[in-house]
């Protein structure tokens, strides 16, 4: 019984744990976290932005400053998330989304039966343009993840309060990238043999432009791909998921940065390419050695070995024999003389 309760009492740890919050929705802000903002230029109702990745595990919110860029606020680490690195497919997959989405006001759900949840917008028109399905992928807390991003009740109370407060200062819609790991030199060479690795370097490009103006991309689809930041040539021209992409081109600021930023990049993933190329082989090798039988000695290192002394095999030597009252072992031992060869005698002489 005792360990039954006790079990009941972890799984409640994940879980509803704090329902004697009055109204989860209207929770507000730790004063705290208010106050971080206040010193970083931040306003409470100013619009947010997040990022999701898998492999660290992490949720980030950043915020707008009075000039437009965006800094980080606070991260979260992530209770859990399901299925591996790489984007959902299809329904019933388990598998947990990649990719850029758009978070409304209406997606927000203040009755969840996770504590609190957001709907990410899976499948977006990326995502349909591929022909892919999921429904009800959400941010959410319980702890409890099929498909989805699970956090803690006690997180999702301010991850769910920085989007309350940023719909409430005017922004209609707010930003979710979601990544298999921090897009650099390093990961990417890790991965460069995945399936995914293509469609990780497309959305790559939405990651590094963010990082170089700290500002969320503006992300359209066409030709059934991402592209990030591009503005049409033509005055009205639209991106259509399934059509060709119209002509259109990056800021010429930003095409100078991200030239820059890709120069370096370059050298950093081939830097990392060969080094983890060297790590393993030498993790290789090392495999081997401890998987190899040991090696036999050859002809020649048994030539050269040392002979083994030779072991002599003791005689023995017969217990005395008494005789007529003189002991056998009182008669001094004389070698015995050597065996002489038998003369033939001449028959003259023996007649």
């Given at each position: ?79 859990k998330w399901s299925g591996k690195l790489g984007p959902k497919f299809k329904e019933g997959d388990r ?257």
């Open positions: 019984m005792i360990a039954v309760s006790g079990m009941a009492v972890a799984l409640a740890g994940c879980q509803d744990v704090l329902e004697s919050v009055d109204n989860k929705a209207e929770y507000p802000l730790p004063k705290k976290v208010v106050n971080k903002m206040k010193a970083h230029d931040q306003r409470t109702r100013a619009p947010i932005m997040m990022r999701i990745f898998k492999q660290e595990g992490m949720l980030e919110v950043w915020k707008a400053k009075s000039n437009g860029r965006y800094a980080l606020v606070k991260e979260y680490e992530i209770c598998q947990a989304p990649e990719g850029y989405y758009d978070i409304r006001a209406h997606q927000m759900n203040p009755k969840s039966s996770y504590y609190l949840s957001f709907n990410m917008g899976f499948p977006n028109r990326y995502d349909r343009s591929h022909g892919r399905t999921g429904s009800n992928l959400m941010v959410h807390g319980a702890c409890s993840s099929a498909g989805c991003y699970s956090m803690t009740d006690e997180q999702v109370l301010e991850i769910y309060a920085f989007a309350r407060e940023a719909f409430r200062g005017g922004q209609t819609s707010f930003q979710v990238q979601a990544y298999p790991f921090r897009m650099n030199a390093e990961n990417m060479a890790k991965h460069r043999d995945s399936e995914h690795f293509d469609y990780w370097q497309m959305i790559k490009v939405g990651y590094d432009h963010f990082e170089l103006t700290k500002r969320p991309p503006k992300v359209d689809v066409c030709d059934r791909g991402y592209v990030f930041n591009q503005i049409p040539e033509e005055n009205g021209a639209q991106f259509h998921a399934q059509r060709a992409c119209p002509p259109s081109a990056t800021p010429r600021s930003l095409q100078l940065a991200y030239a820059s930023l890709s120069k370096k990049y370059d050298a950093a993933f081939a830097k990392a390419v060969k080094a983890d190329e060297k790590s393993k082989r030498k993790q290789a090798k090392k495999q081997l050695l401890v998987a190899a039988p040991a090696p036999e000695q050859s002809d020649r290192q048994q030539a050269l070995a040392p002979a083994s002394p030779a072991v002599s095999t003791p005689v023995p030597i017969a217990a005395p024999i008494i005789t007529d009252g003189v002991s056998t072992a009182s008669i001094e031992q004389k070698p015995l003389p050597a065996a002489q060869p038998t003369k033939k005698k001449s028959w003259w002489k023996v007649w």
